[in-house]
């Protein structure tokens, strides 16, 4: 099995972020490369987890797909050798594409992360917990951990490149973006989030939350891009376990986060890089449970397709 923690690919490098590499192909083309790498609580670990890459990316395909009719996206391909195809270059790399490779159109990337909270979970149920509020702003009395929140509650994020990412109010989104796109994307957001919800839903899955960025291409389209409900942008709960009032059974990275909350509580990490070694229980959990969530949601066996080549899954 290959594990990657960073890929060399014959194109120009543009960004190496927490999870993806981003390379040029044209000026109206990227490449984004989803490693194997995994962060938690915005801190980069150093080891990989197995087939994390193929999940996210091939995950994202999946919805992009779902999403075709409802919402304009980036994704031109996820499949190794249509890539191969429109990009030349790129002959001799299928394996370092293939599954963790997807080819999309170019845009400038709004700098505000579009969250929404269809449950009180994690950080806004700390902050809630605490003070009644979500990123300052008062919200209803008696709410539980885990609650359904409806409607879903739209919670913009500043996006940090390095650090933790914080909490906004709408208020201050428009400050940053303007009333006209600030309406915008809180209403692509909403729309994808209630679909992609219900998809889940039939398939046993609670999606309690998730982020969404966007970007604009140089016509003034707006593009739904990175990822999209994947186990690292959102959290995944079983539905058939489901009790309001505590935390949740999940199928993301829970067991890492679990395992970094002891450590932290422990005094043995202090929450900023560099993050503590991952044992080797953490490591395989985690990659079993965003093989799992990739499972329940498209019905196929991810690990069947074999290691190397993933060509078609996307289609499922």
Known sequence: MILMTTSELPLRRLARGKVRDVYEVDGERLL???????SAYDVVMAEPIPMKGAV??????????????IVNHHMISADADEIIAAVPALKGHGDALAGRAMLCKRGTVFPIE???RGYLSGSAWREYSKDGT???ERLPVGLRESGRLDPPIFSPATKAESGHDENITVARMREVLGDEVTDELERLTRLVYTRGRDVAAARGIIIADTKFEFGRTGSGEILLIDEVMTPDSSRFWPADEYAPGRPQPSFDKQPLRDWLDVERHAGRWNGDAPPPKLPPEVVDATSKRYLEAYRRLTGVDLTAQGVSRFNGIASS
């Open 32 to 38: 984004l490369v989803a490693t194997d790498r995994v």
């Open 56 to 69: 996210l990316t091939q995950t994202s395909a999946w919805w992009f797909r779902q999403f075709d009719k």
């Open 114 to 116: 579009c969250v929404i």
């Open 134 to 136: 979500l990123a300052g």
